[in-house]
């Protein structure tokens, strides 16, 4: 069965200290990772997409990485505006027909000046 | 472009009680599907649709309808509203669902 599991739950960082949000993962044929952002009471808000291990992208403060068991987003210098919950998610082979993107729990960073 | 817009932003139900949650987009997307997202769990896909007139279920479809007769409007019904329906439900859309989907504000429901 395809999975996602996200590490940690939450992270407390002060402004400035950088660390890793990981996102692993259990699919049957990668076609795609995503990285979401949602602030409370909102929508998740895209960030990334990677599709092949190796991959990277990156966004002001925010890189994307993709091995073929796990991403990683790293935050450089956070700022107290990154604090959000990150949300991963991947599409697989099995869930392609139905393009459902599998879900996981989400990373909830706060970030103190 | 106002992206995925959804209406209403909360809604209290009293069991039993039936509702309509819309969700309309103007990014001309084909593809369009409603998740709940509840505490402890990642977002489940309810249903979705690959263009006007098609539909399909998802993982989590009972106690659920959907219906698809423009581009633009994919509205969800609970037709007879459940306390386990009390859950924050998105729309998304993109041009194909394997490509990004981008998700609308949500409509967050309580049912009693």
């Known amino acids: 069965e395809d999975q996602v599991t996200q590490s940690p739950e939450a992270l407390r960082l002060q402004e400035g200290e950088s660390s890793s949000l990981n996102c692993s993962y259990t699919v049957s044929g990668l076609r795609g990772l995503f990285w979401y952002r949602q602030d409370p009471g909102k929508g998740p808000e895209f960030l990334f997409t990677?599709?092949?291990a190796g991959e990277e992208k990156e966004k002001e403060r925010l890189k994307a990485t993709l091995t073929k068991k796990e991403s990683f987003l790293h935050i450089t210098a956070p700022k107290p505006e990154d604090s959000a919950t990150y949300l991963c998610a991947v599409q697989g082979a099995r869930s392609y027909n139905t393009d459902k993107l599998i879900f996981g729990t989400g990373t909830r960073l706060q970030v103190f000046p | 472009n106002a992206g995925v817009t959804q209406t209403p932003k909360f809604q209290v139900l009293k069991t039993g009680q039936s509702m309509t949650l819309q969700c309309a987009q103007d990014?001309?997307?084909?593809?369009m599907s409603w998740y709940r997202q509840d505490p402890g769990m990642g977002l489940r896909l309810i249903h979705y649709s690959v263009g006007a007139g098609i539909t399909d279920q998802g993982e989590v479809p009972n106690g659920y309808n959907v219906s698809r007769s423009t581009t633009e409007d994919f509205p969800l019904r609970l037709l007879s509203a459940a306390p386990s329906q009390t859950s924050v439900y998105f729309c998304?859309?993109?041009?194909?669902?394997?490509?990004?989907?981008?998700f609308g504000p949500g409509t967050r429901l309580l049912v009693l």
């Open positions: 998304a859309s993109s041009y194909s669902g394997k490509e990004t989907q981008y």
């Open positions: 990014m001309n997307h084909e593809y």
């Open positions: 990677l599709y092949s």
